[in-house]
């Protein structure tokens, strides 16, 4: 029978390790100490991690610290580890040292292990994978690099299509005139376009802060190593990392003028987390929006009519549900709870070091990947086409007391609110009510009233006056 565990040592003596485990002792006491969750870092994480090990490995051998030998094993290893061949081989719980060290030496042990089989040169995982590094700069520098390049290559591409859906469609709805709302009581028309457009610029002040918050993310504390001195790590090591890294990635990386605080400290990735939690904000006012608009179709609003993709219920024949909506604005709330955690775990910078990084990169990664995905899904399959119910929406508009504001300056607010009251009462259109209480001419009201016109803004009828 073959064994199932093979003897490995490390400070603290003698361990079994699964046979087949690319992993090593410091590694497995790890993950039979740390058994709290199923939650575990997401390949986008351990793909940073690997780039990061790698570009330390050209800039230790460029310094004469490691070998060309040496570096190329380690940059051979890492490079597998990027393609996706060994996550597995990652199976440590999320919820585990503050500093990250336990992830930080899974990687060390892993790229030991493939660089070894690999090349047959010597590596040890402190020596030579984590040399001129500590898991305290290390950790925090892969957090940066995971969210930037998640943020670059997923959230701000679907970011953008979003708004190009969204503007697609208002394009089309520019003559499309509807019942505004505030505090979802019939307010003065608007058309659909403007509705839309409102959402598409929305977005692009997120994306803003998106693009200004990658400023800061791509200063990196890598070179700070234990406290933020850069002990153990040669003075040119940080910006030697930094241009390995950028060519790596090709994203522009340089070092942080305060190596102390990117370890200290994670305001960096919570001013981050709040601008995520922004565009979940405006997704689920977008949600509401569609779901508000597309309620009925007898009994609510029925302005659209989303594209039907499920049946909506096991007991009801025919119900068909807003489901894109509906799960987008449930990412919402999770990047509302991730947000909430990740602003606690920001606040334990205590003294040298913030220990919550694991959490906090979890929950940073997890909010780019929803947040990416929902864009997309909302674009595609409930904005781009969604169909309009004219009928239903010119019924509501002729019947809108509230374009009686159109008429203030002509008779002041109080006659309009009469009128509105009337109108309302009698559930006549406010044409025909402010007809016969008024001394204006049917001609003159129906320029007053045009809601087209009335989406316009200035002062109604003020050109058919001159």
Known sequence: MTKQTRTETDSMGKIEVPAHALWRAQTERARQNFQLSQLRFPTSFISALASIKASAAQANQQLGILTREQADAIVRAAGAVIDGDHFQEFPLDIFQTGSGTSTNMNMNEVLTSLASQQSGVDINPNDHVNASQSSNDVIPTAIQVGVTLAITKNLLPALNHLQQIIGNKAETLTGTVKTGRTHLMDAMPITMAQELQAWQHQLAHCQQALEHQLEQLSQLPQGGTAVGTGINAPRQFSPLFCDYLSKRTAHNFRPA??????????????????????????????????????????????????????????????????VIPEAVAMVAAQIAGNHQTISVAAQQGNFQLNVMLPVIAYNQLQSIELLSNACRTLANDAIADFTVNHERLNDALSRNPILVTALNREIGYDKAASIAKQAYKEQRPIIDVAEEMTDLSRQRLEQLLDPQQLTQGGVPGEEDKS
Not at 263 to 284: C, P, R
């Open 257 to 322: 003028p305060n190596l102390f605080s990117g370890i200290a400290g994670q305001e960096v990735n919570l001013l981050l987390s709040g601008i995520l939690n922004s565009l979940a904000a405006v997704l689920m006012k977008i949600s509401n929006d569609l779901r508000w608009m597309n309620s009925g179709p007898l009994a609510g609003l029925a302005e659209i009519s989303l594209k039907a993709l499920q049946p909506g219920s096991s007991i009801m024949p025919g119900k068909v549900n807003p």
